[in-house]
């Protein structure tokens, strides 16, 4: 997968408007096809406000868009905004001068890691730490995560596209620490091999990890995780393998802690040899519908302005966990059963009473998540198919 380049909004001397933020670009670019995944932050930031007072720390502000509107939409008590460009420090300080005297503001021009070590070394905390990287930002993770409070979260973006879906394995091997092989439903598998960085990160500072939700806009996977301070019980069960074979479609998933042969797959004496394995990764929960369903009541009982894409967005990830982990194409589901695919609800209402999970997938839109065997997927979706034709 292609993900496509930044959008640059043009700055024409004239304000930018997002939810109740006025601003402008100056030499920095803006993606305005990204505004779902300010405005989840936003939300996600007012809920996080309601534990006790907001603290964010922003370490890739650009032109202080996020932070503007988490002080004024999310009512931050403490605002550190930094930027490696010291070029862009002067559009920043004007675009959050309205906050001046409501919010604790700092603003620096430092390398994300410097700052990061800084915080560190005077023992800061925040309840938010935005880390919106262009690439992969995964070797902050560890310090990231030291600044965090516990109870607050890690909202994480990386455009790593080659090496997180697989087509570039040198690349995924050295961001992530995984093999990531090409799979079908990629924008999910770059998300768990995000968390699962995120996850042995946490782990090895004797802390657990949640997520709150995950998803890619095309051009960047996004995932926001709440730092707990102790592991649940049975989270490094979440850690695991996921298979594939792109002959017969079949997949397959494995936690670490019980990893032990893969099965043949359904291309007979050579099923074994035909499976491609990607982790380890993350093969838990991508979503926590508690979490979803506290920030739409937020945004709906203090009048938070976000757009209807991204509320269509929240939607559908509130529908699907993001679990089980193994999901399919509507092409795989065509081509096992030599036919189109019958409707998706219908394959998943059939899959439900046939005994098995079964959802459409939130992160893959017309994707079919299940925990079905694959060749009952088929059987189900054949007869679908069949009694349509009828």
Same mark, same amino acid.
């Given at each position: ?32 096809? *990204? ?86 070394? +005077? ?38 596209? +080659? ?38 990160? *946490? ?154 999970? *079964? ?32």
């Amino acid at each position: 997968m292609r993900l496509r380049p930044e959008m640059v909004a043009p700055d024409d001397g004239l304000p930018l408007r997002e939810g109740a933020a006025r601003f402008h670009l100056g030499t920095g670019f803006f993606n305005p096809g *990204a505004r779902p995944a300010r405005d989840l932050g936003v939300l996600l930031a007012r809920v996080q406000a309601k534990r006790r007072p907001l603290r964010v720390l922003d370490l890739m502000a650009g032109c202080g868009l996020r932070s503007l509107r988490y002080g004024l939409e999310a009512q931050a008590r403490s605002l550190f905004v930094n930027d490696a460009d010291p070029a862009r420090l002067p559009f920043s300080r004007a675009n959050l001068a309205v906050l001046e005297g409501t919010c604790l503001l700092r603003q620096t021009a430092q390398k994300a890691r410097f700052l990061l070590a800084d915080c560190v070394l +005077r023992g800061e905390r925040f309840d938010l730490v935005d880390l919106d990287a262009f690439g992969s930002p995964h070797a902050l993770v560890p310090m990231a995560l030291e600044v965090v409070a516990f109870g607050g979260v890690l909202y994480l973006a990386s455009t790593d596209g +080659r090496g997180s879906t697989g087509h570039d394995r040198t690349a995924g091997l050295r961001h992530l620490g995984a093999s990531a092989r090409c799979h079908p439903a990629s924008w999910e598998l770059a998300l768990r091999l995000q968390l699962g960085v995120i996850a042995r990160a *946490a782990w090895s500072q004797g802390r657990g990890m949640k997520p709150v939700f995950s998803f890619c806009d095309g051009r960047a996977f996004r995932t926001a995780v709440r730092l707990q301070r102790h592991p649940s019980p049975h989270e490094e069960g979440e850690l695991g393998m996921l298979a594939v074979c792109h002959r017969c479609g079949d997949q397959q998933v494995q936690s670490l802690l019980t990893l032990n042969r893969w099965r043949p797959c359904f291309c007979g004496p050579a099923g074994l040899s035909a499976l491609t394995v990607s982790g380890p990764l993350w093969i838990g929960p991508l979503q926590d519908i508690c979490s979803l369903d506290a920030m739409a009541e937020e945004g709906q009982q203090h009048a938070i302005s976000v757009s209807p894409l991204s509320e269509r967005l929240r939607g559908r990830l509130r529908t699907d966990r993001g679990w089980p982990a193994c999901s399919w194409s509507p092409g795989q589901i065509a081509k096992g059963i030599a036919g189109s695919q019958p409707p998706l609800p219908a394959l998943v209402d059939g899959l439900r009473e046939a005994g098995f999970q *079964a959802t459409a997938n939130g992160v893959m839109p017309g994707y079919l998540r299940s925990d079905a065997p694959w060749n009952i997927i088929l059987t189900v979706a054949g007869d679908l198919a069949r009694a349509a034709a009828k």
